[in-house]
């Protein structure tokens, strides 16, 4: 736990401990409590920001390899209590953890309570039990349309009749549909990730004995093919990831599978219900 100063330099130094203490860590930790400081502009409201004095705090979270867990309750935990306009909120609690953290205990979440008498709002980090949930929302991936018996699947099962009213008809439709393509999910999604890796490796294998051997005209011909196959099939495999993680940048081209893969764990524990409150 963390209590940092008012002044400026003291956070600072705070800020390097907390950065040398991460250094040759190789397990799972977490800090929290009041850091006195904001992340981001966003967490300050009928306040001057002073962009300054967060990029120390923001620089020392990065390399600590920090984050914030999930939390509910209370965005704003703190306020000066003052009355109309010289009111002031902002977010100066918090609890980060690092990656090790995060894939240890999947299931943990902060609640910020109201503050009371008090300026601050009180904060409990909790670690639920481990839940399996049978059921899985269906999705629709873009690469199915690619995949050979996709077609003939959809119109086998969508052309089979049912008389009732028409929603009746569209939802029966959409649930034979769904087992089959559970099924031609499983094999697609295994064909996509092995058609990229085959073909990435072949491509580099014509690419390398050109570089032996530049003016080679049959491997300059022989090179095309194996290159648009592997475009064609990347895209796929980009396209099915994208689709998992459901992150804006993606659009962007950014081909790095180790941060999808980092943004689904923290997707699904953000989207993770541990409790209801009535």
Not at 4 to 19: E, F, I, M, P, T
Not at 84 to 94: A, P
Not at 171 to 188: D, E, M
Request: hydrophobic share 30%; proline share 3%; charged share 25%.
């Amino acid at each position: 736990m963390v209590y940092a100063v008012n002044d400026s330099k003291g956070r600072y130094q705070l800020w390097k401990d907390l950065v040398q203490l991460s250094k040759g860590t190789n397990f799972p930790w977490i800090v929290g409590g009041d850091f006195n400081s904001v992340l981001s502009t966003q967490e300050r409201l009928q306040y001057r920001d002073n962009a300054n004095e967060m990029i120390p705090f923001q620089n020392s979270v990065v390399d600590c390899d920090l984050e914030d867990i999930k939390f509910n309750g209370n965005f704003f935990t703190w306020n000066n209590k003052q009355e109309g306009k010289d009111r002031v909120y902002e977010k100066l609690d918090r609890f980060l953890a690092n990656h090790k953290w995060m894939d240890k205990y999947t299931t943990t979440e902060v609640t910020f309570f109201p503050e009371g008498e008090f300026d601050h709002s009180p904060g409990l980090l909790s670690i639920y039990p481990n839940m399996q949930n049978s059921k899985k929302p269906s999705r629709y991936f873009n690469f199915w349309k690619n995949l050979e018996g996709f077609i003939d699947t959809v119109n086998k099962n969508w052309k089979v009749r049912t008389i009732s009213n028409p929603m009746f008809c569209l939802v029966s439709h959409l649930k034979k549909l769904k087992s089959c393509l559970k099924v031609l999910n499983r094999q697609g999604k295994r064909n996509v990730e092995i058609q990229e890796h085959e073909s990435y490796q072949h491509m580099i294998k014509i690419q390398q004995s050109l570089q032996q051997n530049p003016g080679n005209a049959e491997l300059i011909e022989a090179e095309i093919r194996p290159r648009h196959f592997y475009v064609e099939s990347h895209r796929n495999y980009i396209s099915y990831l994208s689709k998992k993680a459901k992150v804006a940048w993606i659009k962007s081209g950014d081909d790095n599978t180790k941060v999808f893969h980092a943004s689904l764990k923290r997707r699904r524990q953000q989207n993770t219900i541990y409790s209801i409150k009535d």
